[in-house]
């Protein structure tokens, strides 16, 4: 007989270390009813939540925020799945880089910090859409967010590739997802559709199974319409609001179980034209102190807030068309730039009353960095790469057709006309019943005339010869992700208006300007073409080295005007000088070549230069312009209405 094998002393352990560690089958995030409390593995559990979008933040950078919130005194991190983020076109699908959202809850797990997930399908989030996809409307009679056979089909779709892939996640089966919000502010929406909600609800329980929470969150005047039988119902609002009324409202939907509050605003969003939004530390903390007296459980919104790149950002529409700005630092605790602020310092005070907080060092601030002026170089008017922005040629038609209607999701596109007859004198050129979705550039044979605007009335007047050359260019501002919320076409939605007289037989060029600077863009065939005064929508360009290691920094574009910004073809998003409040881009320290390497900024300035053409980096934000009047949107121009106080609660 062979001798029997002695065990070594880690196999031997094994057995113990199987009852220590906590195992799939003993998992378990529930409501403890009873108690007005949740349990977490049976023990009494309180969750001190913040809000991180990872489709905000550069993926190298998601670690440093998420080990910040942690170090904060935070236990969990709240986010949302964008759909359009992932599904760009029906059927398909992108998980990756960036948008590797389960690369993004690991990082969550390796920080010791629990999830609550909210996918949607509509998110607001102030994101393009609410997070829908714009192809959604390529069905022009499509009813968002309701029972429409068309609108469940592509959530259905949806849903059916995700959440199977959040099913490991989930705590239960040993991921840290401890809850699931279905919709967002359902009660918000004008549709009130109790049979779409249903729906959304047995779809999660049949992939995802009965044992994870599933929530609501409403402000407290949507939750009448957005709560429903079976879903764990939250409240949101903000430090200025009634917290004892509104919980006790809160109890007429869910009798039992804890408090919470699902999105405690830390500051808010700015819109182009108005004033940069802060709250006060000293609100923001009493607020929470008094949740967490009564045993709440909260989520501050946001807890670090990050940026709008490219196109990403949505709009409201409170009367009038509110763009959001491109800085999506919200006044939170972890500035946009990461970095660790008083009310960050205040409120882990506040939590540390309560809980336990890590022991160490909170990160110091990261370097940040001055470049500059530096001069850019006129390369040419958009109209002169009209064949590399739209290689496959234009789209005819007799009337204008839609972004949506030609499958231009984001960003430019061209229409143009010919005047069938000389136009001598100035005429009035206008497009009626607000046809404009959202800004229009007007070109006449390549001078530029003025711009048109979405809820606007310009006075505009074009003269030119006949046979001559109309362009418009139009730009998406980000479509509507709250407020009205009905389907946000985008583009000429009506037919332009010379005099008295209809422009009709368009041509549309759906631009593509991202690959064009990425890839295509032919510097050494404009040399020769270069005008030598811009017009209207122009590249200007220049590269500039980094010696040393860099750093984080802010662009800053003294004297220009609106457009967009690329940075070693990254798109770092829009910039409107001229009507603020933000008059700088972050620029995170990783998008840029350090140590002698060479970078290159490209700017599309859409409608006048300064007479220096110079940008800077400069070491810090200026997200408040004080060089400009709070700018009100109205379509008049004898009345303007005067600016609107912003409402806390709800969005």
Sequence with gaps: MAPRKRLSLPVLLLPLLSLLLPQADNRSFIVDRINDRFLLDGAPFRYVSGSLHYFRVPRVLWADRLFKMRMSGLNTVQFYVPWNYHEPEPGVYNFNGSRD???????????????????????CAEWDMGGLPAWLLQKPEINLRTSDPDFLAAVDSWFKVLLPKLYPWLYHNGGNIISIQVENEY??????????????????????????????????????????????????????DNMTKIFALLRNYEPHGPLVNSEYYTGWL???GQNHSTRSVLAVTRGLENMLKLGASVNMYMFHGGTNFGYWNGADEKGRFLPITTSYDYDAPISEAGDLTPKLF???NVISEFQEIPLGPLP???PKMMLGPLTLHLDGDLLAFLDFLCPQGPIHSILPLSFEAVKQDHGFMLYRTFLPYPIPEPTQFWVPNNGVHDRAYVMVDGVFHGVLERNMKHQLFLTGKGGAKLDILLENMGRLSFGSNSSDFKGLLEPPVLGQMVLTQWLMFPLNVDKLVKWWFPLHLMKSTRPQTPSGP????????????????????????KGQVWINGFNLGRYWTKRGPQQTLYVPRPLLFSRGGLNKI?????????????????????LNSTSHKTFVYSLSVETPSAPEPMELSGH
């Design 270 to 272: 700015d819109y182009w």
């Design 346 to 348: 205040a409120l882990r």
């Design 187 to 240: 009660g918000s929406y004008r549709a009130c559709d109790v049979n779409y909600m249903k729906h959304l609800a047995g779809l999660f329980r049949a992939l995802l199974g009965d044992r994870i929470l599933l929530f609501t969150t409403d402000g407290p005047e949507g939750l009448r319409c957005g709560s429903l039988q079976g879903l764990y119902t939250t409240v949101d609002f903000g430090p200025a």
């Design 364 to 366: 110091p601030p990261s």
């Design 538 to 561: 122009t590249f200007y360009s220049t590269t500039f080295p980094i010696f040393g290691e860099g750093g984080d920094t802010f662009l800053f574009l003294p004297g220009w005007t």
């Design 602 to 622: 490209t700017l599309l300035e859409l409608e006048s230069v300064p007479l220096q053409p110079q940008i800077q980096f400069v070491d810090r934000p200026i």
């Design 101 to 123: 959202l389960f690369a993004f809850l690991k990082e969550a797990s390796l920080a010791n910090l629990l999830v609550i997930l909210r996918p949607g399908p509509y998110i």
